[in-house]
C-alpha cells in the first residue's frame, strides 16, 4: 500500500531558529515523484519542490532545503534561519503513476 | 495569467439538492485532480483525470461525480450531497508529472 506520513503533526519554534519536516512515504514502486507544498494562513497552496525517484540529491534554495534518502524512505524538509513568514502548514506528497497521496500535514508556528 | 478558477467559492446547501463545482485551467494541462482538505486529515485525491474522457478515483470517491469534456474543465458533482461531504475542494492541474497548480478551494456546507 502506498502512504505518507507526516508524524509532526504542529511544530513551534522561534524565529532564526532551524526546523526540519519529516516526510516518510511508503510505496512498493520503483518510479514515483514526491512533492513538498506549503499552505499559508490564507488557504492557498503553493508547490516548493518537486523530486523523482531516481534523482537522490540534495536541494538547497535559498533558506530551504531538502533530503531524499531512499534507503529510509523519507524526503524531509529543512528551513534554516525561520521566519514568521514561514508559518503555514507544509504537506508532503507522493504520485505514483496518475495517483496522488498526500500527508496529513504539519502546522508549524514560528514565534516572533 | 496561468491560473486554476472554481466556482463558487463558497457554497451552503441541503442535504440531497444536487450541485456541481467547477474548475478550469488555461495552461493545457492533460491531468487534472479533485481533492477534500479536512482538518486532520489533510488532501486526500476524489477523483483525477489524466486527459479528455479518462477519469479514475482517487481514495475518497464514494458520493462523488467528475466530466472530462473538454481539455480545460474537470467539474465535480455531487448528486446527493450529505453533511460528511461539507469540506473544503481543491481542483489542481499540471502538465505530466509536474508540480500541481491549485484553484483557490470551494468551501462547501451541506446542512
Known amino acids: 500500500a502506498q502512504k505518507v506520513t507526516q508524524a509532526q503533526t504542529e511544530i513551534s519554534v522561534v524565529e532564526k531558529e532551524d526546523v526540519t519536516l519529516d516526510c516518510v512515504y511508503e510505496?512498493?514502486?520503483?518510479?514515483?515523484?514526491l512533492f513538498w507544498y506549503k499552505q499559508p494562513p490564507s488557504g492557498e497552496l503553493v508547490f516548493l519542490i518537486r523530486?523523482?525517484?531516481?534523482?537522490?540529491q540534495n536541494e538547497i534554495s535559498g533558506r530551504y532545503s531538502w533530503n531524499f534518502q531512499k534507503s529510509t524512505s523519507s524526503f524531509n524538509f529543512t528551513i534554516t534561519a525561520s521566519q514568521v513568514v514561514d508559518s503555514a502548514v507544509y504537506f508532503c506528497a507522493l504520485r505514483i503513476d496518475d495517483k496522488i497521496i498526500f500527508g496529513k500535514g504539519t502546522r508549524l508556528h514560528i514565534l516572533p | 495569467e496561468a491560473q486554476v478558477t472554481q466556482n463558487p467559492r463558497y457554497l451552503i446547501t441541503v442535504t440531497g439538492k444536487k450541485l456541481t463545482v467547477t474548475c478550469s485551467q488555461n495552461?493545457?494541462?492533460?491531468?487534472m485532480s479533485w481533492y477534500r482538505q479536512d482538518p486532520g486529515l489533510g488532501l486526500r485525491q476524489i477523483y483525477y483525470s489524466m486527459n479528455v474522457e479518462v477519469t479514475d478515483k482517487g481514495d475518497v470517491p464514494e458520493g462523488y461525480k467528475v466530466s472530462r469534456k473538454e481539455k480545460r474543465n474537470f467539474p465535480l458533482i455531487l448528486e446527493s450531497p450529505s453533511p460528511n461531504q461539507t469540506s473544503l475542494y481543491f481542483c489542481?492541474?499540471?502538465?505530466?508529472?509536474?508540480?500541481?497548480?491549485f484553484g483557490p478551494g470551494t468551501r462547501l456546507t451541506v446542512l
Open positions: 510505496t512498493r514502486d520503483t518510479t514515483y515523484y
Open positions: 495552461m493545457n494541462h492533460e491531468y
Open positions: 523530486r523523482n525517484s531516481f534523482d537522490e
Open positions: 489542481a492541474s499540471s502538465f505530466g508529472y509536474n508540480e500541481q497548480f
